[in-house]
């Protein structure tokens, strides 16, 4: 397992799912983590299972639409602990339905958050980096990011988004010790899928386990996994990638 003993990890949409797992995934690994998030019960429960865990953190409510929160939450990791070494960009919300159904209201606030998050995170989150020498971000993609899929036009249309942000950006900072990768997960075992892809139940969970090769969905702990390796420094020479953590599925 990588040793993050003495690094900062900053993680926004910490409080459930995949961000949560990757929390106490860091934390485990000896990181000093920042929960963000908007709910501050849930980002406290976080904080309380880093603890658990035997590691250190502290939660700033955050939302990723408002640059301002960013900032603050970078700032306050910067002061609390003397520098960021890692950050991992997960906020993020689904919108599932016909394209036809889209409006401007819902389009504007998937890419608010899903998009907008992502820049304006990574806009606070390098600076800091760059102050401490470099470092490591992870963007959280999807399998939506990669192909077409029926049914989540403006999700997948975010998630391409962040597909070529996390390129441009670890372009931009290759030579300056900063690695920019993202992880594009297929199905995994949170609220969001079950949300997603069985909106008004006409979605199986049946139907969801068999889009997989590997013959199931999977879980957290897998995708906080990949990230970890990719924060790490057996990762040194990888960046501007996205490693699917998908039970196989854009290998069909």
């Given at each position: 397992?990588?040793?993050?003993?003495?690094?900062?990890?900053?993680?926004?949409?910490?409080?459930?799912?995949?961000?949560?797992?990757?929390?106490?995934?860091?934390?485990?690994?000896?990181?000093?983590?920042?929960?963000?998030?908007?709910?501050?019960?849930?980002?406290?429960?976080?904080?309380?299972?880093?603890?658990?865990?035997?590691?250190?953190?502290?939660?700033?409510?955050?939302?990723?639409?408002?640059?301002?929160?960013?900032?603050?939450?970078?700032?306050?990791?910067?002061?609390?602990?003397?520098?960021?070494?890692?950050?991992?960009?997960?906020?993020?919300?689904?919108?599932?339905?016909?394209?036809?159904?889209?409006?401007?209201?819902?389009?504007?606030?998937?890419?608010?958050?899903?998009?907008w998050g992502v820049?304006?995170?990574?806009?606070?989150?390098?600076?800091?980096?760059?102050?401490?020498?470099?470092?490591?971000?992870?963007?959280?993609?999807?399998?939506?990011?990669?192909?077409?899929?029926?049914?989540?036009?403006?999700?997948?249309?975010?998630?391409?988004?962040?597909?070529?942000?996390?390129?441009?950006?670890?372009?931009?900072?290759?030579?300056?010790?900063?690695?920019?990768?993202?992880?594009?997960?297929?199905?995994?075992?949170?609220?969001?899928?079950?949300?997603?892809?069985?909106k008004k139940g006409?979605?199986?969970?049946?139907?969801?386990?068999?889009?997989?090769?590997?013959?199931?969905?999977?879980?957290?702990?897998?995708?906080?996994?990949?990230?970890?390796?990719?924060?790490?420094?057996?990762?040194?020479?990888?960046?501007?990638?996205?490693?699917?953590?998908?039970?196989?599925?854009?290998?069909?």
């Amino acid at each position: 397992m990588n040793n993050l003993k003495g690094k900062v990890a900053l993680i926004t949409g910490g409080t459930s799912g995949i961000g949560r797992e990757t929390a106490v995934t860091l934390a485990k690994a000896g990181a000093q983590v920042v929960v963000t998030g908007r709910r501050e019960k849930e980002g406290q429960e976080t904080v309380g299972l880093i603890e658990a865990a035997g590691g250190e953190g502290f939660y700033v409510q955050t939302d990723v639409k408002n640059e301002s929160d960013i900032k603050r939450a970078v700032e306050e990791a910067v002061s609390r602990y003397g520098k960021l070494d890692i950050a991992i960009n997960n906020a993020a919300i689904e919108l599932s339905g016909p394209i036809l159904d889209t409006t401007h209201e819902s389009f504007e606030t998937l890419f608010n958050i899903n998009v907008w998050g992502v820049i304006a995170s990574l806009k606070h989150e390098i600076p800091a980096l760059l102050q401490n020498g470099g470092g490591s971000i992870v963007n959280i993609s999807s399998v939506a990011g990669r192909r077409g899929m029926a049914g989540l036009s403006v999700y997948a249309a975010s998630k391409h988004a962040v597909e070529g942000l996390t390129k441009a950006a670890a372009l931009e900072f290759a030579r300056e010790g900063v690695r920019i990768n993202a992880v594009a997960p297929a199905v995994i075992d949170t609220d969001m899928p079950d949300r997603a892809l069985g909106k008004k139940g006409e979605v199986s969970r049946d139907q969801i386990t068999a889009l997989h090769p590997i013959g199931r969905s999977g879980k957290p702990y897998e995708v906080a996994n990949a990230i970890l390796w990719l924060v790490g420094d057996e990762s040194s020479f990888v960046t501007g990638q996205s490693l699917g953590v998908d039970g196989g599925w854009m290998a069909q």
